[in-house]
């Protein structure tokens, strides 16, 4: 039915979004996905760092930040020195490296009580759905456009649609905890 496709579209825009979430919290390994978020002022507009130069990973501790137009470099350092995410970068005049720093234990928990908020928020917005999804079923069921067995078999595969998502999504956290946790 069009409530149980249109449930299944929902939920998995919310997995996508904690996935999103989840890749931005560093793992003490480098990622370019953490900046993701950095805009660069470039020729009076702000642009994403990943429009304005080339992000690689040589090491598995270093970002080198490659701008396409060396002007820009400067404005590159000062938009990821302002983000919070507590990164110096440094350059040569070509190119930017940020050396991402091991993890602290504490910094470590410290994270994992960040990805399991995501976790939490994410497995609300699933429920939500859940709750939208069954209140447009109600309505059905006092419209009596269904019959009382469709009626609880789509309520039945949304509530198993919603034990899947949430079930994915403690597998995400249990996933991202995890490399968090290992040194």
Do not use: F
Not at 29 to 53: F, K, M, T, W
Request: glycine share 4%.
């Amino acid at each position: 039915m069009e409530i149980l496709t249109h449930t299944k579209q929902r939920m998995e825009k919310v997995l996508e979004a904690v996935l999103n979430e989840l890749s931005k919290v560093r793992t003490g390994r480098a990622n370019v996905a953490i900046l993701d978020d950095i805009r660069v002022e470039y020729y009076g507009a702000l642009s994403p760092l990943n429009q304005v130069a080339t992000l690689t990973v040589p090491e598995s501790r270093l970002i080198l930040i490659q701008p396409w137009d060396v002007s820009v470099i400067g404005g590159i350092e000062k938009a990821i020195l302002k983000s919070d995410l507590g990164l110096s970068p440094s350059n040569d005049g070509k190119i930017i490296r940020i050396a991402i720093p091991a993890l602290t234990e504490e910094r470590r928990k410290e994270l994992v009580k960040v990805v399991k908020q995501y976790g939490e928020d994410g497995k609300v917005s699933v429920r939500h759905v859940r709750r939208e999804s069954m209140d447009e079923i109600k309505k059905l069921e006092k419209e009596k456009a269904h019959s009382e067995d469709e009626i609880k078999k789509l309520s039945e595969q949304i509530q198993k649609c919603t034990d899947d998502y949430v079930h994915k999504i403690d597998e995400l956290m249990a996933k991202k905890e995890k490399d968090l946790m290992h040194v």
